[in-house]
């Protein structure tokens, strides 16, 4: 007999489950990080009307395709437009598929940084302790990090394993109240920290002049990105929402929340950074991870008001953040094998959870544990394309899907909610009577046609001839 296929309890839970999947590893570490690469004020100006002009409506598509067929990524294009588009959904379950195998990485390091405070917090901050050595140190530790990613899939897949209600949704209403609980405490310890004066105005007070046009397609890529749009996770995420509930609401909420969550953050990494003389000039040289893993730990104990209470804390968030998004891609994966191969939930997620696992591997070791690993790279014309000159496994990876992988999957979504449903099929989902007020059939259609395609395409453009977003 067929299992029941899986609902939310209720849409509070949906929407707490979907917010979990948005927010992740793109609030915390990268939107801050190319916040400040691109100086500020006009890009974060750039990245809201990114996420209200693009992001929205694609999130109101992936949700209602979901919705609309009740089947996860593969079968809903293939129920709503036609098995040709079979194709599009493998190519959603191939980059949850890859997006996992390193994220979890990354992941792991937050449990890694969690024990570090937590010891410091007993013993005290070592002296003469080189943060950023410390960082080389573990991720080039082959047997940490395996052990450490290893841990967080067993995590993922334990979520899971126990089903959209009872796995998924339960551990999304259990996190996010905590995870926001940690960053309103962060909140207030940072702002009475001296630099959040000024660490406001970087983030909010634009200067156009500074702003490149390379930065506006970098927003809108980081706007799918961190929205969890462009490979079916949504949709889904959508095929377990019940009939009686807005999507249009529930996009909204969803959006407005992941983006609070991003300027927190950033609110409160700049206001520790802006509080310390020379760290700026440190911060702007030790690139992506350099933040979150090598300049805050030690800010935690030197300079934040309770920091450290607050230290080990703030790596807890991380790990929460990432988890409530790792079993977000897991599912796509799996819901997957459910729903167009029959395998039941628990068969399914064993074996993803296995198979995503041998390739976590090769990311987990790909930063200075193995030097095949670490050093490897695609040469020729299409490795410059493809992977733009980018050396070792995890970067190779993270390049084809940030660059890749998300925008033309998006760019195919936008294309099928616009194009190719009609707009009896749409309109039924969005304009259904639950919508509220503000909500106009028309403006979504006009965004979905016409602004949201050529904003990807733009993207698609861009990196095609050589500019890089991840
Ligand atoms: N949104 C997640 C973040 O900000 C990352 C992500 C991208 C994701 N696509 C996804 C998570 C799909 C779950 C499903 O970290």
Same mark, same amino acid.
């Given at each position: 007999?067929?299992?029941?296929?899986?609902?939310?309890?209720?849409?509070?839970?949906?929407?707490?489950?979907?917010?979990?999947?948005?927010?992740?590893?793109?609030?915390?570490?990268?939107?801050?990080?190319?916040? *400040?690469?691109?100086?500020? !004020?006009?890009?974060? =100006?750039? &990245?809201?009307?990114? %996420? @209200? +002009?693009?992001? $929205?409506?694609?999130?109101?598509?992936?949700?209602?395709?979901?919705?609309?067929?009740?089947?996860?990524?593969?079968?809903?294009?293939?129920?709503?437009?036609?098995?040709?588009?079979?194709?599009?959904?493998? *190519?959603?379950?191939?980059? !949850?598929?890859?997006? =996992?195998? &390193?994220?979890?990485? %990354? @992941? +792991?390091?937050? $449990?890694?940084?969690?024990?570090?405070?937590?010891?410091?917090?007993?013993?005290?901050?070592?002296?003469?302790?080189?943060?950023?050595?410390?960082?080389?140190?573990?991720?080039?530790?082959?047997?940490?990090?395996?052990?450490?990613?290893?841990?967080?899939?067993?995590?993922?897949?334990?979520?899971?394993?126990? +089903?959209?209600?009872?796995?998924?949704?339960?551990?999304?209403?259990?996190?996010?109240?905590?995870?926001?609980?940690?960053?309103?405490?962060?909140?207030?310890?940072?702002?009475?920290?001296?630099?959040?004066?000024?660490?406001?105005?970087?983030?909010?007070?634009?200067?156009?002049?500074?702003?490149?046009?390379?930065?506006?397609?970098?927003?809108?890529?980081?706007?799918?990105?961190?929205?969890?749009?462009?490979?079916?996770?949504?949709?889904?995420?959508?095929?377990?929402?019940?009939?009686?509930?807005?999507?249009?609401?529930?996009?909204?909420?969803?959006?407005?929340?992941?983006?609070?969550?991003?300027?927190?953050?950033?609110?409160?990494?700049?206001?520790?950074?802006?509080?310390?003389?020379?760290?700026?000039?440190?911060?702007?040289?030790?690139?992506?991870?350099?933040?979150?893993?090598?300049?805050?730990?030690?800010?935690?104990?030197?300079?934040?008001?309770?920091?450290?209470?607050?230290?080990?804390?703030?790596?807890?968030?991380?790990?929460?953040?990432?988890?409530?998004?790792?079993?977000?891609?897991?599912?796509?994966?799996?819901?997957?094998?459910?729903?167009?191969?029959?395998?039941?939930?628990?068969?399914?997620?064993?074996?993803?959870?296995?198979?995503?696992?041998?390739?976590?591997?090769?990311?987990?070791?790909?930063?200075?544990?193995?030097?095949?690993?670490?050093?490897?790279?695609?040469?020729?014309?299409?490795?410059?394309?493809?992977?733009?000159?980018?050396?070792?496994?995890?970067?190779?990876?993270?390049?084809?899907?940030?660059?890749?992988?998300?925008?033309?999957?998006?760019?195919?979504?936008?294309?099928?909610?616009?194009?190719?449903?009609?707009?009896?099929?749409?309109?039924?989902?969005?304009?259904?009577?639950?919508?509220?007020?503000?909500?106009?059939?028309?403006?979504?259609?006009?965004?979905?046609?016409?602004?949201?395609?050529?904003?990807?395409?733009?993207?698609?453009?861009?990196?095609?001839?050589?500019?890089?977003?991840?």
């Amino acid at each position: 007999m067929q299992e029941q296929r899986g609902q939310w309890s209720s849409n509070v839970g949906f929407i707490l489950a979907a917010t979990g999947s948005a927010i992740g590893l793109g609030n915390l570490w990268k939107f801050p990080f190319i916040t *400040w690469n691109n100086n500020g !004020g006009a890009f974060v =100006l750039v &990245y809201l009307v990114c %996420i @209200a +002009g693009v992001g $929205l409506p694609i999130m109101m598509a992936e949700l209602l395709i979901g919705r609309k067929t009740q089947r996860s990524v593969v079968g809903a294009l293939k129920a709503a437009l036609g098995p040709a588009w079979g194709i599009v959904g493998g *190519w959603g379950v191939l980059c !949850g598929f890859i997006l =996992l195998s &390193y994220y979890t990485v %990354i @992941a +792991g390091w937050s $449990l890694f940084y969690f024990t570090r405070t937590a010891g410091w917090t007993m013993s005290g901050f070592p002296a003469g302790l080189q943060t950023g050595d410390l960082f080389a140190e573990q991720a080039g530790n082959g047997a940490l990090q395996l052990g450490l990613s290893l841990l967080f899939s067993l995590a993922t897949i334990s979520i899971v394993y126990f +089903g959209v209600q009872k796995g998924i949704e339960r551990i999304a209403r259990l996190f996010l109240p905590i995870l926001f609980g940690i960053l309103i405490l962060l909140l207030i310890s940072a702002l009475r920290m001296e630099g959040s004066g000024e660490a406001l105005a970087f983030i909010f007070r634009p200067s156009f002049g500074e702003l490149e046009p390379r930065s506006v397609l970098e927003a809108l890529g980081h706007a799918f990105f961190t929205l969890s749009l462009g490979m079916g996770a949504m949709i889904t995420y959508g095929s377990y929402i019940d009939r009686s509930q807005s999507i249009v609401k529930a996009s909204a909420v969803i959006v407005l929340l992941d983006t609070l969550i991003a300027l927190v953050a950033t609110i409160i990494m700049f206001s520790v950074i802006f509080s310390v003389e020379g760290m700026p000039e440190q911060v702007s040289g030790t690139g992506t991870v350099g933040m979150l893993f090598i300049s805050l730990p030690e800010l935690f104990y030197s300079e934040v008001p309770f920091g450290s209470l607050l230290g080990p804390l703030f790596y807890v968030l991380v790990a929460l953040a990432a988890l409530t998004s790792t079993i977000s891609l897991l599912e796509v994966v799996v819901s997957y094998l459910i729903d167009e191969h029959g395998v039941g939930r628990r068969a399914a997620t064993l074996m993803c959870g296995g198979a995503v696992f041998l390739f976590t591997i090769l990311a987990a070791l790909s930063f200075g544990a193995v030097s095949g690993l670490s050093n490897m790279e695609v040469g020729g014309y299409l490795g410059q394309k493809l992977f733009g000159g980018k050396v070792g496994w995890f970067s190779l990876a993270d390049h084809f899907v940030s660059n890749w992988m998300l925008p033309t999957g998006g760019f195919a979504i936008t294309m099928a909610a616009g194009w190719f449903m009609t707009r009896e099929a749409t309109r039924g989902e969005l304009a259904d009577g639950t919508e509220p007020g503000w909500f106009r059939y028309g403006a979504w259609r006009f965004f979905i046609r016409f602004v949201a395609p050529a904003a990807v395409g733009a993207i698609i453009i861009a990196v095609f001839l050589g500019e890089d977003f991840s």
